[in-house]
């Protein structure tokens, strides 16, 4: 039990502080730790050494001193990577469940919650290797991105009530402490450095001289992140990509902290006052 604390101690100290001060150096400390200890806790076994290699070699390929082929080559590893230990497609990782099996409320379909040590590799490669990702815009990014969410939320929310995917049920769950720390830290973080500071921020650097251009960015991020809810149904992929607009407008006038920040504040309003994750069919 200590081991397992103290892994997710260093993992959860290292994101933040990739998140609010991008420190890389001790950032990327703290994980090699917390990724040791998972070895000696049983959590990783040796397969998980390969998608760790090839991360390392797209971060090398990625270089702006490396030839085209070679950054191409780099992105195509990366992005099959992060689609890969997104869904949890790769052998090795053995998250830890933490919560669940249970109903949050008597109408909702059952929740599990797992601490993931496979899909954040993404987010942190992106924090620790991707230059052009814009971690803020100003010291109003943090407070910008909880307004944004919050209107998200409204407008997202609203959406999923009038579905009847939810209703109206204030609760606090135990270990809600633990599901805020993950899903701001893992969840929120992972999908934001991928779907906004990585696709939005190219398409919208593409696309520069095109009048919609940023428009189109924001656009095409949110339906991809949309359209990566697809196991929840279609009108949650429908809602995730109406959020998906509102964590790309946070980033685009608050980087990386305001769209962290908006998709949590959206995440933590559904969790506390409705049907969390969903109303049982």
Known sequence: MLLTIAVWSFIFLAAALLLAFRSRLLGLG????????????????WR?????????????????????????????????????LGFHLLPGFHNPQVIGPVRLTPDAVPFTMYLNLDKPLAGF???????????????????????IGLAAAAACLGLALGLGAIAFEPKWADLGWLWALDNLLLVCLTEEALFRGYLQEELSRRLGEHRQGEAI??????????????????????????????????????GLHASVMAHFSLNFVHFTLFTYPMLAG
């Open 125 to 147: 490669w992106l924090l620790l290797v991707w230059p052009a990702l814009a971690l803020k815009r100003d010291r109003w990014s943090w407070t910008r991105g909880v307004a």
């Open 48 to 84: 998980a050494g390969i998608p760790l290699v090839l991360l390392i070699a797209a971060a090398y390929a990625v270089a702006p001193q490396r030839t085209r082929v070679w950054r191409i080559a780099g992105h195509v590893v990366f992005v099959s990577l992060a689609v890969a």
């Open 217 to 254: 960015a924001v656009g095409v991020a949110a339906a991809l992140f949309g359209l990566a809810h697809l196991a929840g149904g279609w009108g949650y992929v429908l809602v995730a990509g109406l959020a998906g607009v509102g964590y790309g407008i946070a980033y685009h006038y608050g």
């Open 30 to 45: 703290l994980l090699a730790v917390g990724y040791a200890l998972t070895v000696v806790d049983g959590r990783l076994d």
